[in-house]
């Protein structure tokens, strides 16, 4: 992800929309309110973290709810060796680093991706670290890939997603193919847990860019057809500049 002014971004065998500025910018949670524009990192107050539910720590995120799904609900995903249910309040394990157009992604052979098809990372462990790998690796790739709507499709739900097939398509018709502005790109920094439950996790991703500014972004996973999907919801909200990584765990691969 590079930011304006960067060579990065005119990569001729990256798809228009990257080259427009429009993906990999703040928190990669698919901002299309104008579209085919790039979402600029904010200038507001710094966010207030007030009223966050996270898990306490070193507590059992699971607890009162169903166990991780048997092997049958999975699909064609192998069971993965990752089985514990407390909410990570340390740098995860037993996690490796790779670039995807430049963002480094996290995976872990015991909690997920344990399959990989072309642009699509799926499988995932039924637990916080395997919510934690899927958000990361979700919502950068549906933006990023060069097969993003299959990504889209295969791996995001809610009433937004619709909506941004199709805005994005027509963009990408009509996009011009001389365009370089580059976007500011960012690389995961931090992460805290607003909420765990066996359906649906709530986590907040901190993304520093490279003249030192961060955000955060809430975004959340639900368990769907033994897998994580990727929520995306009608109105995505906003991310928020943060001046510090106090409160969450300092977590990244650059």
């Not at 098809?117 to 499988?123: I, T, Y």
């Not at 992460?191 to 003249?211: C, E, G, H, K, N």
């Not at 769907?224 to 995306?232: A, I």
Request: proline share 9%; hydrophobic share 40%.
């Amino acid at each position: 992800m590079a930011e304006p002014g960067s060579r990065a971004g005119s990569d001729e065998s990256r798809s228009p929309w990257l080259r427009n500025g429009f993906v990999l910018a703040v928190a990669f949670i698919g901002f299309v309110a104008v579209v085919g524009v790039a979402v600029l990192v904010s200038s507001d107050a710094p966010e207030s973290r007030s009223g966050a539910v996270s898990p306490a720590p070193g507590t059992d995120a699971g607890a009162g709810q169903p166990p991780p799904s048997a092997a049958a609900d999975r699909g064609d995903c192998p069971e993965p060796e990752e089985t514990g249910r407390k909410v990570p309040t340390a740098p995860p394990e037993g996690v490796d680093w790779k670039l995807f157009h430049s963002v480094a992604l996290p995976s872990s052979k015991a909690a997920g991706p344990a399959v990989v098809e072309k642009d699509v990372a799926r499988c995932y462990a039924h637990t916080p670290l395997g919510a934690l790998l899927a958000t990361s690796q979700i919502s950068v790739r549906y933006l990023a890939a060069e097969d993003w709507q299959d990504v889209t499709r295969a791996q995001t739900v809610g009433e937004g997603r619709e909506p941004y097939l199709k805005a994005r398509a027509a963009s990408e018709r009509t996009a011009d193919p001389r365009a370089r502005e580059g976007a500011a790109q960012g690389q995961i920094a931090g992460f805290d847990f607003v909420s765990y439950t066996a359906s649906t996790a709530v986590i907040r991703t901190v993304w520093r860019f490279q003249d030192g500014r961060m955000q955060a972004a809430a975004t959340t996973v639900l368990w769907r057809d033994g897998d994580w999907k990727l929520d995306y919801p009608a109105d995505p909200p906003a991310p928020a500049p943060v001046d510090s990584l106090a409160g969450y765990v300092e977590w990244g691969g650059v």
